[in-house]
């Protein structure tokens, strides 16, 4: 290197402040030796100035408009290959995507709310909605309405006799199979007779049948019921038909125990007595397609026996009397129609 | 127009922002050295119109690279060598335009500016640059003083005079030795002592 650029290097890094102590003492040294070396010095500090005493030119506003409109342009396909980073890009992606396909599945969920809500009707809204949560496999219960046919012995036989002035507070007809049709008719119509309730018609001899019509109080129908329960093993099956009265329909309780007649018979008006015979009939189903008593079993249910009917005792020796159909007050009126057949 | 800048906490966080997607944060760094590349490249390049693009261009460099920066340098160091870089390739793709038409001014009245520009150096000890600033004739004096720099050396010079850069930041901008910054600026100064001539002598 010559001594000149040598010089001219010192003392340009000692007047852009770079030099070392050991290069500034050497400088001083220079200057106070070489007038030449500080006339040199000189020169380039005014070279220095002049350079730095241009003005400072601002960005015109197109520059920024310019990169921000580069900016835009790149930035959809920034995303694509990761300009702000793959991970990064990819992350702030997905959780927009994820967020985006959440706020879908919130809207869904609310407009489906909303459609079920003002679809659905009043009625069905009101019930307790049924699950799955129960895997038991047990079929949907229906209960069995029924359009009032003609009673088959009120219809098919002679009319019931003194049971036209009869406001029946119940109305209802008890349907059993038997394969001992005989040994059935005679207990009936003893019980019949023991319970001094009043029989208006026997019928269906002819048929293989038997069909007893009978009114009276609620206490006279639970006496003979008390004694149908003790041959109610002897029945094959026992339907019982409770007319609504005001749909014209009426409700059929299969399997029906006496203690659930009693029950049915029981409440103080039409309206519960429907309710309680449908509740009836949907235990009675239940109870039918779970042979095994699993449902017993799950509910803590020992038996069948929901009803006990009081054997009523008779404390004179009196024999109930037995009163004119137009004696009985209506409210407490029940025309109960019971249908003995003959199983093969 | 000497700024130094050191690579600050709030660059460091505002790259960070922005690797992450932060839109404001890249506002924030483009607003803050936007107009200083530009200036810089005017100077290098010497033509308005040419800075405006090339600064834009340096801007989509440094967002298509970001994600890339690993932060060993400083990020005003590391978007000055993209702007430097870029323009340095720019002009040596032959595009002398500016000082073409200033060559194309009469000599008449480049010597009044230049005698101007003497009066105002040698009036006394501490000549007042802003005189210098004020003056656009004397300023079209130095710049086509610098122009006649050959790139290397009116980028180094640049850098130091105008953007006030030290020399190791000089070398990480240009990529070179910090002997090489030293002897570069060295005869940068003496090359442009003797276009000035007579002005500062």
């Given amino acids: ?344 | 127009m000497q700024q130094k800048t050191a690579q600050t906490s709030e660059d460091i966080f505002l790259v960070q922002r922005c690797r992450r997607g932060d839109s404001a944060a890249l506002e924030r760094l483009i607003t803050k050295y936007h107009s200083r590349i530009y200036n810089t490249i005017l100077r290098i390049c010497a033509n308005a119109d040419d800075a405006a693009e090339l600064t834009q261009e340096t801007f989509v460099k440094v967002i298509e690279n970001i994600s890339e920066f690993e932060g060993r340098s400083g990020f005003y160091t590391w978007a000055f060598r993209i702007a430097v870089n870029l323009t340095l390739n720019y002009r040596q793709r032959g595009s002398k335009l500016t000082f073409r038409s200033l060559e194309a001014e009469s000599d008449e009245q480049d010597e009044q500016a230049k005698g101007a520009l003497k009066e105002i150096l040698s009036s006394d000890d501490s000549p007042d640059p802003a005189a210098v600033t004020a003056n656009k004739e004397l300023c079209q004096i130095v710049l086509k003083a610098l122009d006649k720099l050959d790139e290397a050396q009116r980028a180094v010079i640049i850098l130091r005079d105008i953007e006030g850069m030290n020399y190791e930041q000089i070398s990480d901008v240009l990529e070179i030795e910090l002997g090489t910054v030293k002897s570069r600026i060295s005869r940068a100064r003496g090359a442009l002592r003797e276009i000035l001539g007579e002005i500062v002598q």
């Fill in chain 1, 1 to 344: 290197m010559k001594k000149e650029q040598k010089i001219d290097e010192l003392l340009n890094s000692f007047l852009d402040g770079e030099a070392t102590e050991r290069e500034q003492i050497e400088v001083q040294r220079l200057l106070t030796n070489s007038a030449q070396a500080a006339k040199r010095l000189k020169e380039l500090e005014k070279c220095r100035m002049l350079v730095g005493s241009l003005p400072y030119a601002e960005a015109p506003v197109k520059v920024m408009k310019g990169i921000k409109a580069s900016i835009r342009k790149m930035l959809p396909k920034a995303h694509k290959v990761g300009v702000f980073g793959r991970h990064e890009g990819a992350k702030h992606l997905m959780i927009r995507q994820v967020l985006s396909a959440a706020a879908m599945v919130a809207l869904v969920t609310v407009l489906g709310v909303v459609v079920f809500t003002i679809l659905m009707p009043a009625s069905s809204s009101k019930q307790p909605m049924a699950t799955n949560d129960m895997k038991l496999p047990v079929k949907k219960i229906e209960i069995k309405y029924e359009k009032p046919a003609q009673p088959v012995a009120a219809k098919a036989e002679r009319p019931i006799e003194g049971a036209e002035g009869v406001l029946a507070g119940f109305s209802g007809r008890l349907q059993l199979k038997t394969k001992t049709l005989a040994a059935v008719d005679t207990s009936i119509s003893r019980a019949i007779a023991e319970s001094g309730l009043v029989q208006y018609s026997t019928s269906g001899r002819d048929r293989g049948e038997r069909v007893y019509t009978v009114g009276g109080s609620r206490e006279t129908v639970n006496l003979l019921l008390s004694d149908l329960d003790s041959i109610w093993g002897r029945f094959d099956s026992a339907t019982l038909f409770v007319e609504t009265g005001q749909t014209e329909e009426r409700v059929v309780v299969d399997n029906v125990k006496a203690g659930q007649v009693a029950e049915i018979l029981k409440q103080d008006d039409s309206e519960a007595r429907i309710r309680i015979a449908k509740d009836i009939a949907s235990f009675n189903g239940i109870e039918k397609q779970l042979p095994g008593k699993e449902m017993f079993a799950a509910v803590g249910y020992e038996g069948h026996d929901l009803i006990t009917i009081p054997k009523p005792v008779l404390t004179s020796g009196e024999r109930p009397t037995t009163k004119p159909a137009g004696e009985i007050k209506s409210q407490q009126q029940i025309l109960l129609t019971i249908v003995v057949a003959g199983s093969e």
